[in-house]
């Protein structure tokens, strides 16, 4: 039983120690860690750059990095209204990182669109026409984001995307 409890520390001791830290940044939020709402990534599949989005009470702050995990640039954006709490997922083009959002119920939707190339931000709200159609789910392929969706009482899906 010793032998198998011995075998069992040093297993445990090789992956814990297959770990190591690649990138460290301080976030600059006065109140901490602690004040980080939520994070989310995204990649630049063209060129392995990639940003991380912290969001919190009131901002929303992206940091760029190429894939040397070097910092390309910092931008922060007045988080959009209180309604648009869910991050949905995001696309990205050249150095233009967008996000989109949704309130709680999934009927309402914006677009948070960080430029790194201008270092400049904007929101804007993202008119959906629904006729008497219910959000699903969403996606992104080939870097296009796409809403499904579905009537209440037709057997009917629709897609709608957004470049």
Same mark, same amino acid.
């Given at each position: 039983m010793n032998r198998f409890l011995i075998l069992v520390i040093i297993h445990?001791?090789?992956?814990t120690n297959g770990q190591e830290?690649?990138?460290e940044f301080n976030t600059d939020y006065d109140a901490g860690p602690s004040?980080?709402?939520n994070s989310f990534s995204l990649v630049n599949e063209n060129n392995n750059d990639f940003t991380v989005f912290l969001t919190n009470k009131s901002n929303l702050s992206a940091f760029n990095y190429n894939s040397s995990f070097e910092l390309q640039g910092w931008l922060a954006s007045r988080q959009l209204l209180n309604k648009y709490k869910l991050p +949905?997922?995001?696309? !990205?083009?050249?150095? %233009?990182?967008s996000l989109f959002y949704s309130n709680n119920t999934n009927s309402k939707f914006a677009l948070v669109t960080f430029d790194f190339e201008k270092m400049s931000?904007?929101?804007?709200?993202?008119?959906?026409n629904l006729k008497k159609?219910?959000? +699903?789910?969403?996606? !992104?392929?080939?870097? %296009?984001?796409?809403f499904l969706t579905?009537?209440?009482?037709?057997?009917?899906?629709?897609?709608?995307?957004?470049?």
């Open positions: 445990f001791s090789f992956i830290i690649i990138l004040s980080i709402d +949905l997922g995001g696309t !990205v083009s050249n150095k %233009k990182y931000s904007f929101a804007s709200e993202i008119e959906l159609e219910i959000y +699903l789910t969403q996606f !992104v392929f080939k870097n %296009k984001f796409h579905t009537t209440y009482r037709e057997n009917k899906l629709y897609i709608y995307s957004f470049n």
